[in-house]
């Protein structure tokens, strides 16, 4: 049972397939991920990003092979425990539209039970971190906020409860391009001052290049390569021909 | 209008009140967690609902006379009504417990489950509270239907305002139609107007 993840939350994808009716989704991927990286998964839709991060927090299990966060397989953690030691923010960004503000980001240390004066105060930092004025937004509800506003309120809500590992699931893709380089500054302030592990999907290369330690490109459920930005740029790959030719 | 009637209608209305609440008491008692039962077990879908929507298209009189034959739950009076009346208002919260979960936005929901809270966390404190809306329109349309469905219980004995209607169709007597027509609608007008009121309350919220 339990234990939350340490300081190091390393992952790892061991020979993991996924098959959904007669697609195969994902082929064979084997990754790992160490503590304090933002890694980058890149691909088309239906590449299989999205598939493979929700098996880092459990809402998918692979069909064959093993996820493992901090060498533990997750068929073998507390799921509710896992869960709530991972921060997750998708596009969509699923505030629940009957909490304020401030609900909506007390709520894994509420579901953890922390005392409620230690929520209050992470949750004004937290606030505060993402560029949201408390007293101004505290009991605001989600609907009164533009779109940027309740991304930033997602990913404070991904922060509250100190998580060792991030997962982001193309969280600036339905913003404007100045709010979402905005938000790519604070995600890049947040990621050198918390040292989180970080993974991060997007099917933009300019975002990669920017935000990843490390890229994953993934091509039809396959892991075509996996290298830093840097090297990405120089890779002859036939995706990533692709993908650079989008720049 | 004599004294002796105003008494009567008291007393059938207060009747009548009863039937209609008991009977929802129970709809809903019943309705609710299977609406529940439905989200989470998609077998259980096509044949519960069927089920509530034949007992919904069968005529009220008919499913009073069905019901009188069978032991236990049947006979005269109260009891076959009441049974009738919860097979009637089923459907309703059924199916509208069953719709308003399932409108919950998907990425509100998955991300319930990626914080990590527990299936009963999920059901009551994001599905219901949000489906809160959807399943008393339910509630709404159920008890006004039941309290119209409810004098047609007079006929197999069961009392309330339809006692009236009855005795008045048979007796030619327009005034005992009324004393019983008139109260029955001002029930059915002042629960919608009452469930209107918290739908507006329960949606601001």
Same mark, same amino acid.
Request: charged share 20%; net charge neutral; with cysteine.
């Given at each position: 049972?339990?234990?939350?993840?340490?300081?190091?939350?390393?992952?790892?994808?061991?020979?993991?397939?996924?098959?959904?009716?007669?697609?195969?989704?994902?082929?064979?991927?084997?990754?790992?991920?160490?503590?304090?990286?933002?890694?980058?998964?890149?691909?088309?839709?239906?590449?299989?990003?999205?598939?493979?991060?929700?098996?880092?927090?459990?809402?998918?299990?692979?069909?064959?092979?093993?996820?493992?966060?901090?060498?533990?397989?997750?068929?073998?953690?507390?799921?509710?425990?896992?869960?709530?030691?991972?921060?997750?923010?998708?596009?969509?960004?699923?505030?629940?539209?009957?909490?304020?503000?401030?609900?909506?980001?007390?709520?894994?240390?509420?579901?953890?039970?922390?005392?409620?004066?230690?929520?209050? %105060?992470?949750? *004004? $930092?937290?606030?505060?971190?993402?560029?949201? =004025? /408390?007293?101004?937004? !505290? #009991?605001?509800?989600? @609907?009164?906020?533009?779109?940027?506003?309740?991304?930033?309120?997602?990913?404070?809500? %991904?922060?509250? *409860? $100190?998580?060792?590992?991030?997962?982001?699931? =193309? /969280?600036?893709?339905? !913003? #404007?391009?100045?709010? @979402?380089?905005?938000?790519?500054?604070?995600?890049?302030?947040?990621?050198?001052?918390?040292?989180?592990?970080?993974?991060?999907?997007?099917?933009?290369?300019? =975002?990669?290049?920017?935000?990843?330690?490390?890229?994953?490109?993934?091509?039809?459920?396959?892991?075509?390569?996996?290298?830093?930005?840097?090297?990405?740029?120089?890779?002859?790959?036939?995706?990533?021909?692709?993908?650079?030719?989008?720049? | 209008?004599?004294?002796?009637?105003?008494?009567?209608?008291?007393?059938?209305?207060?009747?009548?009140?009863?039937?209609?609440?008991?009977?929802?008491?129970?709809?809903?008692?019943?309705?609710?967690?299977?609406?529940?039962?439905?989200?989470?077990?998609?077998?259980?879908?096509?044949?519960?609902?069927?089920?509530?929507?034949?007992?919904?298209?069968?005529?009220?009189?008919?499913?009073?006379?069905?019901?009188?034959?069978?032991?236990?739950?049947?006979?005269?009076?109260?009891?076959?009504?009441?049974?009738?009346?919860?097979?009637?208002?089923?459907?309703?919260?059924?199916?509208?417990?069953?719709?308003?979960?399932?409108?919950?936005?998907?990425?509100?929901?998955?991300?319930?489950?990626?914080?990590?809270?527990?299936?009963?966390?999920?059901?009551?404190?994001?599905?219901?509270?949000?489906?809160?809306?959807?399943?008393?329109?339910?509630?709404?349309?159920?008890?006004?239907?039941?309290?119209?469905?409810?004098?047609?219980?007079?006929?197999?004995?069961?009392?309330?305002?339809?006692?009236?209607?009855?005795?008045?169709?048979?007796?030619?007597?327009?005034?005992?139609?009324?004393?019983?027509?008139?109260?029955?609608?001002?029930?059915?007008?002042?629960?919608?107007?009452?469930?209107?009121?918290?739908?507006?309350?329960?949606?601001?919220?």
């Amino acid at each position: 049972m339990g234990g939350s993840l340490s300081q190091a939350a390393a992952l790892e994808f061991r020979g993991v397939s996924y098959r959904i009716g007669g697609n195969l989704v994902l082929d064979n991927l084997n990754l790992r991920i160490e503590s304090g990286r933002t890694l980058v998964l890149l691909g088309r839709s239906g590449s299989g990003k999205t598939t493979a991060l929700k098996m880092l927090n459990g809402l998918l299990f692979p069909s064959s092979g093993d996820v493992l966060v901090e060498d533990r397989a997750t068929t073998s953690w507390d799921l509710i425990e896992l869960r709530r030691s991972i921060g997750y923010v998708i596009q969509e960004v699923g505030l629940f539209p009957h909490f304020t503000i401030g609900e909506n980001v007390a709520l894994v240390p509420r579901l953890k039970g922390w005392p409620p004066d230690r929520i209050a %105060a992470r949750v *004004a $930092e937290l606030l505060e971190q993402v560029g949201l =004025e /408390p007293a101004k937004f !505290l #009991d605001r509800y989600p @609907r009164q906020l533009s779109g940027g506003q309740r991304q930033r309120v997602g990913v404070a809500r %991904a922060l509250a *409860a $100190e998580p060792k590992l991030l997962l982001f699931d =193309e /969280p600036f893709g339905a !913003l #404007d391009p100045v709010t @979402r380089v905005e938000l790519q500054d604070q995600f890049l302030a947040l990621r050198d001052r918390l040292h989180k592990t970080s993974i991060f999907v997007t099917h933009d290369v300019r =975002e990669a290049l920017r935000l990843g330690t490390e890229i994953a490109l993934l091509c039809r459920g396959r892991l075509e390569v996996l290298t830093t930005p840097d090297e990405f740029v120089r890779s002859n790959g036939p995706e990533a021909c692709a993908f650079m030719a989008t720049l | 209008m004599p004294p002796y009637l105003l008494q009567e209608m008291t007393q059938l209305t207060f009747e009548h009140i009863v039937l209609v609440l008991v009977s929802m008491a129970i709809a809903a008692a019943a309705g609710l967690p299977l609406g529940v039962l439905l989200t989470r077990r998609t077998a259980l879908r096509t044949p519960l609902l069927g089920f509530a929507n034949v007992m919904q298209t069968i005529p009220s009189l008919a499913l009073f006379g069905f019901l009188i034959p069978i032991p236990f739950i049947g006979g005269i009076g109260k009891r076959t009504a009441i049974v009738a009346l919860v097979l009637y208002a089923l459907l309703p919260i059924l199916r509208n417990t069953l719709a308003g979960i399932l409108g919950v936005d998907a990425a509100v929901r998955e991300s319930a489950i990626a914080m990590g809270m527990t299936g009963r966390q999920l059901l009551w404190e994001v599905e219901l509270p949000l489906a809160a809306p959807t399943i008393l329109a339910g509630v709404r349309i159920a008890t006004v239907t039941t309290i119209g469905t409810a004098t047609i219980a007079a006929a197999i004995g069961a009392g309330g305002l339809g006692v009236f209607i009855f005795r008045g169709i048979a007796s030619v007597d327009t005034t005992q139609i009324l004393a019983g027509a008139i109260p029955a609608a001002l029930l059915a007008l002042l629960s919608d107007g009452g469930f209107s009121w918290i739908e507006r309350r329960v949606s601001t919220a």
